[in-house]
């Protein structure tokens, strides 16, 4: 390492000059795309303003495959009908390929960045139609030969879908679904497939490390394959493309598992807009820095394992300046461009483990009792108060404290808050001011919902929302408003336990804070501040059932 360092500033050939130098004394691999040849591909982004600065050093050294951050999309090759503009793309794909990179499409069909013209306005279902396999057939032949595969597809699925078995009840309202229907998915793969039969097409979508919107891409992906095993010769879908814009609350075992299970359709698998968010206002502390960067390693070890299956590696980013999140400071290169632990992490991830893991000791959950009884005044006065005040953002606005009883059928939870604004505008029920309750009722602490986990929310106006939708069944709730305070009394009957004496299970409760203007300002909990609550039971908190 030091020799190294004295033949070539680190950084400047991690940005791609000493070019030379580096051949000389190489022994390990020194960038990314080398030190994963025998694994997949690595990209990353480029726009149009990047092709000639030193963020496109970065891109050539490291990176094998580029995606055009934003110059494919509907938007811009066709934003009036029938009038294709290339001129930006062309540019991006020839450079790339003059520079001995790949090209991957994105994307054909979205609800975003996409002209109004095309699914909205009253456009027929035979119109929109129309419009989709043009636009899909016309960009898709005009790059045939030059770009290796296409996002086809993307984010079709909505967030944490209720009854991810339906996958057409799982569909996002995108002004595409709303326009054509359901059979608006294959018939854009369809259009795609004849326009190149050799370039591979992806369904693309965030948040995979969700189980439900993971479980909805697997029945979608296989319902659609198992319909059109042969068109031009194989499976009408090539591969699921893992998004990957993740935090460091993520947990790489929910990312384990949605690739195993999209493996397991015998699809090939890329991640495709790797970044790990981690800072605040364009800021990251030293910590911070390593966290991110344990996060990237633990990542890059699984993606490894799995690497026979995974076609590319792709970043959204370059570096932090750049970002479309860099507020968050996601990327593996700071804002001037030098590495950052990220880019050490994913460059050789058990070294980096090796260097960095410190013992964290791991958090005990916080432990409080449940009293048995139905609610009444004196039932209610024997029970524990739990403080709900624990903040999960930078804003401390409404919380409160909750009361716990039960008997062998139900819980009973009762919450006071105080502080809150009482705002339910916003469409997002979370958003609204609210509380919810979490229960893990065998204590199993996994990092997905099992049967026997669930979220229950109720606002102050007394409107319930369930997580997964299907567990209102015998929930009552009443509210009561007085000033800037209200009370929320939940009865959620357990679903698979007949609870007696002693037993423990998983529970924490949390207040959603809403501002004046009706948006999300702040969140308190019990004991679980890693955000993740709603689809990962391991840090809630934990409630002994006793009898006084
Ligand atoms: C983002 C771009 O990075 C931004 O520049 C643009 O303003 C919005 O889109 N998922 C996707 C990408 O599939 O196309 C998005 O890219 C990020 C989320």
């Known amino acids: 390492m030091l020799k190294r360092i004295i033949l070539c500033p680190l950084a400047a050939l991690l940005i791609g000059g000493c070019v030379k130098e580096k051949e000389a004394v190489m022994q390990e691999p020194q960038t990314l795309k080398d030190a994963y040849a025998d ?3 690595i990209g990353n982004i480029v726009k149009g303003a990047n092709m000639d600065d030193s963020l496109y050093n970065i891109l050539t050294t490291h990176h094998n495959i580029a995606t055009a951050e934003n110059d494919m999309k509907p938007q811009y090759l066709q934003r009036t009908k029938g009038v294709f503009t290339f001129d930006d793309a062309d540019a991006i794909v020839n450079k790339a390929l003059s520079q ?11 609800h975003q960045q996409t002209p109004a013209w095309m699914n909205q306005d009253g456009v027929s279902r035979d119109e929109a139609v129309a419009n989709l396999t043009t636009h899909a057939r016309t960009v898709v032949e005009h790059f045939k030969g030059k ?4 996002d086809v597809l993307n984010e079709a699925i909505a967030d944490n879908p209720p009854n991810p078995e339906d996958w057409k009840a799982s569909l996002r309202p995108s002004p595409w679904l709303q326009a054509i229907g359901a059979d608006y998915v294959e018939i854009v793969f369809k259009a795609a497939r004849e326009a190149d039969p050799a370039a591979k097409l992806y369904y693309n979508d965030y948040n995979m490390d969700n189980t439900n919107k993971a479980t909805a891409v697997y029945n979608m992906v296989k319902d659609i394959n198992e319909r059109n095993p ?6 009408l879908i090539d591969g699921i493309g893992m998004q990957g814009h993740y935090s460091s609350h993520t947990n790489p075992v929910n990312v384990e598992n949605s690739l195993q299970r999209f493996i397991s359709l015998g699809v090939e698998v890329s991640i495709t807009e790797l970044d790990i968010q981690s800072g605040e ?5 030293d910590a911070q ?11 890059f070890n699984v993606f490894k394992k799995y690497a026979e299956h995974i076609g590319r590696v792709t970043m959204w980013g370059t570096d932090d300046g750049s970002s479309w999140r860099k507020e968050a400071c996601p990327t593996m290169f700071d804002d001037s461009l030098s590495p950052k632990p990220a880019f050490f992490a994913a460059l050789d991830p058990d070294k980096f483990i090796a260097e960095n893991k410190v013992d964290v000791e791991t958090k005990e959950a916080k432990q409080s009792e449940a ?3 139905t609610p009444d005044e004196d039932a209610w006065s024997q029970a524990p108060s739990i403080p709900i005040d624990s903040y999960l953002m930078a804003w401390q606005g409404a919380s409160g404290t909750a009361k716990i009883l039960w008997d062998e059928t139900s819980l009973y939870v009762l919450v006071n808050v105080n502080n809150a604004e009482m705002n ?3 469409q997002n029920a979370y958003e609204q001011d609210s509380v919810e309750v979490f229960i893990d009722e065998n204590n199993g602490k996994t990092p997905f919902y099992e049967k026997d986990d669930g979220q229950y929310r109720v606002n102050f106006d007394n409107e319930a929302t369930f997580n997964p939708a299907s567990m209102s069944e015998g929930f009552e709730s009443q509210t009561n408003v007085s000033g800037r305070s209200y009370t929320v009394s939940l009865k959620i009957p357990f679903r698979t336990i007949t609870a007696k004496e002693g037993d423990v299970i998983g529970f924490d409760a949390q207040i959603n804070g809403a501002s004046a203007q009706g948006a999300r300002q702040s969140v308190a909990m019990w004991n679980d501040l890693s955000g993740s609550s709603y689809q990962d039971t391991s840090g809630l908190g934990v409630l002994k059932l006793v009898k006084r």
């Open 371 to 373: 009293v048995y009884g």
């Open 424 to 426: 339910k505008a916003n």
């Open 230 to 235: 042969d068109v031009r010769g194989r499976p």
């Open 289 to 299: 820095k390593i966290t991110q960067g344990l996060v990237y390693a633990a990542l």
């Open 100 to 110: 001995g990179l790949k090209v991957h499409g994105h994307t054909l069909a979205w």
């Open 147 to 150: 770009v290796v595969s296409w």
């Open 281 to 285: 206002g364009g800021k990251q502390t």
């Open 39 to 41: 694994y997949f591909l």
